[in-house]
């Protein structure tokens, strides 16, 4: 049985990592929704934010810094990516995979060897554990992250009801119709994958601090997470509008954080933990699906891309 | 090369598809055009004859072929590509889906429409006053798209679609309008609200408008001049007074004789004097 304490735990933990996890959903969001653009590049721009911010604190830079600089690596590497779309023409997929794979290079010379521990570095979670009020380690790593996570929410839903977020939006609809508009719809790739890239990047920081540790693998399978958690936060909310999509995202994170805390809780081995995130994405793509089959609805082809 | 101001010319203007394969197409075969401003221009031909890919090249969805040139105000854009031509083209597609976004709302999609060939920045894309003027251009349809705004653009009816993407074709006003048989898929009621709002704006807004048909009565009788394409050459051309002599029967044996094979001079196309070539341009 779950005892009060524990449930309270497991809800702050869940709301806390909803939260870091979250930033890197609202990424996912932004390429595989928004702009309709399949980016696998997530999984090296994660763990992209957390080398930097690893090697940047161990130098001694302040926490907050690297946390920044861990988002502009993530813009970057976002920006490799869109510019092999849409200036070479190499189609997303193929482009996002290509740079997921030099990153796992990059991220192994970034960081000196395959991991590096952060448990007595200066974080920005240590630094927040220094504020008076905030007796437990789990309440300042939730306010932490819940502050950061107000400040991209408002960036973010800002940002995608301006002339410049709209004709952002309106590619992934519609690039014809966008083009047509008189918009440059190469440079709202650029912008929507990069700006996505960015929050993986700046997600895949705060993760490391918080954890207290980096390993070059911990990306694998961070795509499929942030998948899941959009699709859930869709498939529970069904969320109409800018803000309450955001809202949906965040939230569809902190119910899949709280599922596998829970399954964690309750025996399951950690390592078995991707394949129910897979077998959570094929359920949730499959059966809306499979009810229009029953339903003997027209379908068409599964796309490609 | 011309005196006379035109608002549109084009020059020598090819496209050739699949160039160098077994199917190569000649698309568009050195056309000469000029249109001035205010033209409304129906534009007729049988089904390859050129017309879409016409109406892509002015609007630079594709250059034309080495030499080909087009001038907008005797500004040469020839080399400008679609989303820097936009300030002076709006365009309405035969399907409704391709001119506006499904999962954007009625308003979101007025907003984009709205900037057109204008620079983009971080303000908010819509506000009070961009909604009242959106709600103002819906009314005139007379379908009630006015009230519905916050509506997602996918839910909405495809000739209400259509009619959304005329207005939104037209709300920046643009120089030239380009309709791609804007009306083929709508019912007759909703064609007929959506001709009349286009021959509305072309002559309220004092557009310049290009307006593919295969209804020749349509032809006939909105605009002041109509072309007939046949294998990417312009083969008629004619203006309002000897429009307006015509009967359907008399375009269609134009057409019929176009389309044939056995190619006759231009001008023997129609009865003598009734038909103005281009190809002495
Ligand atoms: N993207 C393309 N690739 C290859 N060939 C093309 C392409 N677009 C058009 N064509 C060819 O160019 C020719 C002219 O096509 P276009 O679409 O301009 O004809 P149209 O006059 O608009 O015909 P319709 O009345 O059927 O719409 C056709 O033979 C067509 O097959
Ligand atoms: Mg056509």
């Known amino acids: ?305 | 090369m011309s005196e006379n101001k035109n608002l549109l010319k084009l020059r020598r203007i090819s496209k050739v598809f699949s160039k160098g394969t077994v199917d190569q197409v000649r698309a568009l075969d050195k056309i000469n055009l000029d249109i001035n401003s205010g033209d409304y221009i129906a534009v007729i031909g049988s089904n390859g004859a050129g017309k879409t890919t016409l109406l892509n090249v002015i609007a630079g969805v594709y250059p034309p072929e080495n030499g080909g040139k087009i001038f907008v105000n005797d500004r040469d854009v020839t080399g400008l590509s679609e989303y820097r031509r936009a300030h002076y083209v709006g365009r309405v597609y035969q399907d409704p889906h391709v001119g506006t976004a499904a999962k954007m709302t009625i308003e979101e999609n007025m907003a984009m429409a709205l900037l057109r060939g204008q620079p983009r920045g971080l303000r908010a894309a819509s506000n009070k006053q961009r909604r009242d003027l959106f709600h103002g251009a819906l009314v005139p349809l007379g379908l009630g798209l006015e009230n519905r705004l916050a509506a997602l653009v996918g839910t909405l009816s495809g000739g209400q679609r259509q009619a959304l993407a005329l207005v939104m074709a037209t709300l920046s006003k643009p120089a030239i309008l380009l309709l791609d048989e804007h009306i083929a898929t709508l019912d007759p009621r909703t064609a007929q609200i959506v001709l009349d709002l286009t021959d509305m704006v072309v002559t309220r807004e004092k557009m310049t408008a290009l307006m593919v048909t295969h209804n020749m009565e349509l032809a006939l009788r909105h605009g002041n001049r109509l072309i007939m394409m046949h294998k990417g050459r312009i083969v008629v051309d004619m203006n309002q007074q000897r429009k307006a002599d015509l009967t359907i029967h008399d375009l269609v044996v134009a057409f019929e004789r176009a389309s044939g094979e056995e190619f006759v001079d231009d001008n023997v196309l129609l009865r003598p004097g009734n038909v103005v070539g281009t190809s002495d341009l």
């Open chain 1, 1 to 305: 049985m779950l005892e009060p304490t524990v449930v309270g735990h497991l809800l702050g933990f869940s709301a806390y990592e909803g939260l870091v996890y979250g930033f890197l959903a609202l990424g996912v969001y932004l390429t595989f929704r928004v702009l309709a653009f399949p980016d696998l590049t997530v999984d090296g721009s994660f763990v992209l934010g957390a080398a930097v911010v690893a090697v940047l604190i161990i130098d001694g830079v302040n926490p907050f810094l690297a946390t920044l600089a861990a988002l502009g690596a993530g813009l970057c590497a976002g920006l490799v990516t869109s510019l092999l779309n849409t200036k070479l023409r190499i189609p997303a997929l193929l482009a996002s995979i290509l740079v997921m794979v030099a990153l796992y290079s990059i991220n192994l010379r970034i960081m000196g060897r395959p991991n590096l521990p952060l448990l007595r570095e200066v974080t920005i979670f240590s630094l927040a554990s220094q504020l008076p009020g905030l007796e437990t380690r789990l309440v300042y790593q939730l306010v932490g992250a819940a502050v950061l996570a107000v400040i991209v929410f408002l960036i973010l839903n800002w940002f995608l009801r301006t002339e410049i977020g709209l004709a952002l939006r309106a590619t992934g609809d519609n690039e014809q119709m966008v083009r047509g508009a008189g918009v440059d719809t190469d440079k709202t790739t650029i912008l929507g994958v990069s700006t996505a890239n960015g929050l993986v990047a700046l997600s895949g920081g705060v993760v490391a601090q918080a954890q207290g540790f980096v390993d070059v693998n911990m990306g694998i399978g961070m795509i499929i997470m942030g998948l899941a958690a959009v699709i859930i936060g869709e498939a529970l909310f069904r969320p109409k509008g800018v803000a309450r999509l955001l809202l949906a995202v965040l939230a569809g994170t902190f119910v899949y954080r709280l599922v596998i805390s829970v399954a964690l809780r309750l025996g399951m081995a950690p390592g078995d933990l991707k394949l129910i995130t897979a077998a959570l994405v094929i359920i949730a793509l499959a059966v809306p699906y499979l009810q229009k089959k029953i339903r003997r609805e027209w379908l068409p082809p599964a796309p490609r891309w």
